[in-house]
């Protein structure tokens, strides 16, 4: 398989792309447990400095990388941002027609038309999000979009002290107490992520819900679907990965190495799904509550697959097959988290510890059970079930920090995962696709001696891609069969 061929493609509709990453197989220093972010207290204005207090020469904004190979930072990261990085260009995007679209939608007799550019629902995900009473207050901060505090956390407690030669050497906690998020680690950065590219419930720092539900999704909003794996990949990187979080190297050797950890595409994908899971459950919970108290639409349908309702309307004899034993629903019924929670399994399985990965498993069990149990779930019975079950994800993620993939465990997930039959409808099968597209690049970082069966994978993995792809013009798989996606049958 070609490189630059893999890692140039496009899955249908979506823009996901499968991925390759140049790095340096290197040992990897023994894991570290990683403390959990201390909890934010309510933020305020003086909390927030725009994108444009980084964006010094001689801080963020050089034009170049900087040369210093003892800088472990490389000073042009205001550039990149701004000239290669979609975040820079979120506030934007809320002036053009599509958005303007959805607002003249979303309008009714109940809500007046309010631009998308001054809507609070649209700007926590496409400005960096701030409690309602500070937005208000701090609207200039909006034409930056996403900036570096969407995603570093709220600069003003730690800006001065970060510009001192002492900054380096604090700990990650203490930099957290002061408000600046360790996305160095791979929990912190998958939870900011996912709060804008999945949606959250609204955070106890008094950051409000993000929320991409189904009305807005009628009313023209893309639909939502990330994998952390391929979204890191695609996003233009101001930063050298090193994809160990962070752990000093071994050997105590403190100068910065450009070597990265091989299983990280592996476990960015497993992390990316069991983030995932927490941040679609709490906003599940959050839903629910309002579904229960009459203010929100319920059931929500973006819970379900969007292919089960929305299909060609000619008749797709795979719809009607029998599920396996267990399972009464139909085949391409509308069923809860077929996005959401496809590969959540095997991401357990292989990654965390039964002893924090079986309550998880268990809550989950329960909330589908809800989902799945009735066209009207019970709402209030639904919020307490998702409320657990986030808590219990949230202790899997956590537990994660310190995690390293061996080859064997890499290619273990990928026998489970690697098969193609029982596949229920496109999100599972795009799902599996993304799982295998990054576990294959860790299995041939980690282990160059199984090459031949890396490339066998690689081959298929190339076959099944154009399956996947949306029909030109159209924005679903129309008539997708997931029961062609096997090697070899015909098309
Ligand atoms: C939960 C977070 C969230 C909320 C709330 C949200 N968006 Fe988005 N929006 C996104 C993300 C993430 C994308 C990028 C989707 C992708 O490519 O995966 C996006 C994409 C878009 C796009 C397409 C991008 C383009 O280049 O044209 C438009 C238009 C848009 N949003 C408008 C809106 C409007 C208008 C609202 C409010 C009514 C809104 N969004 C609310 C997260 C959100
Ligand atoms: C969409 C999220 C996001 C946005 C927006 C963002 N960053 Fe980052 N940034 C990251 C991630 C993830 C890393 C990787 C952290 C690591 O590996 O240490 C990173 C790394 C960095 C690093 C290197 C840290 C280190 O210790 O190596 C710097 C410096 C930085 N960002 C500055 C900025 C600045 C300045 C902005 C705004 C112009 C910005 N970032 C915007 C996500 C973001
Ligand atoms: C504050 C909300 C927010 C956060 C946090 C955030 N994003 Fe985004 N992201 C967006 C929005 C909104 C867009 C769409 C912007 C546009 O279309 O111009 C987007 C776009 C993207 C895109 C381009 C998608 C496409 O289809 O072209 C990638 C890749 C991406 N984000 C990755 C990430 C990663 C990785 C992280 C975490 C390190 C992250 N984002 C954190 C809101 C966010
Ligand atoms: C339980 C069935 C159901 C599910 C699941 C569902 N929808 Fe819908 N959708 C509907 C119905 C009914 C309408 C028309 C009423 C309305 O606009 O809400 C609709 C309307 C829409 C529209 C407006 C355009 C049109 O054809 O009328 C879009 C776009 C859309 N849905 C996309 C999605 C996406 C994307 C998902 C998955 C995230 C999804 N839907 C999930 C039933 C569903």
Known sequence: MNRARWGAFLVAGVGLAALTRAQDPAAMPPALPLPSPAPASPLAIGDYRGAGSCSATA????????????????????????????????????????????ARSLASSARPYKSAHLDERCLACHATPR??????????????????????GASGRWLSEHTT?????????????????????????????????????????????????HDLIAAGHPRLNFELSAFLANMPTHWVEKGNNGEPPAGGDLRPTRAMAPDFSARAWALGE?????????????????????????????????????????????????????DDAMVGAPRWGSWLFAEIDGALAA??????????????????????????????????????????????????????????????????????????????????????????????????SRKADQDGLARKLEEIRPRLQFPAG????????????????SR
């Open 274 to 326: 069991l983030a995932t899971a927490e941040s679609a459950l709490r906003l599940l919970e959050s839903r629910a509550k309002k579904a229960d108290q009459k203010t929100a639409p319920w059931p929500e349908f973006t819970e379900s697959g969007c292919f089960s309702c929305h299909h060609d309307l000619r008749d797709q004899a795979w719809r009607r097959l029998p599920r396996p034993a267990g």
């Open 351 to 448: 990654t965390v510890d039964p002893a924090v990965s079986r309550p998880f498993a268990e809550a989950l069990k329960k909330v589908r059970a809800l989902m799945n149990g009735s066209t009207a779930p019970d709402a209030r019975a639904v919020a307490t079930a998702a409320k657990d079950a986030a808590e219990a994800a949230r202790r899997c993620v956590d537990a994660m920090a310190g995690k390293r993939l061996s080859a064997n465990e890499v290619s273990r997930l990928i026998d489970r995962i690697d098969t193609w039959t029982g596949v229920n409808g496109w999100d599972e099968a795009t799902q599996r696709y993304l799982a295998l597209a990054a576990l294959r690049q860790s299995w041939a970082e980690l282990d160059p």
């Open 131 to 152: 409690p309602s009473a500070v937005l208000e207050q701090t609207h200039w901060m909006d034409a930056d979009g996403v900036g570096c505090e969407a995603c570093h």
């Open 165 to 213: 030669p002492g900054w380096r050497d604090l700990a990650p906690e203490r930099k957290a107490e002061l408000g600046m998020a360790n996305v160095t680690a791979l929990p912190a950065r998958a939870r900011q992520c996912a709060g804008c590219h999945v949606g959250d419930h609204e955070a106890p720092g008094g950051i409000p819900v993000r929320d991409v539900n």
């Open 59 to 102: 801080c963020h904004g050089s034009i170049r990388p900087s040369a210093a190979m003892l800088s472990p930072v490389l000073r042009n990261e205001h550039t990149t941002w701004l000239s290669d990085d979609a975040h820079a260009r979120a506030y934007s995007v809320l002036f053009n027609q599509r958005s303007e679209g959805i």
């Open 474 to 489: 159209l924005d679903s798989p129309g008539l997708f069969d997931p029961t062609r996606l096997r090697p070899g049958s």
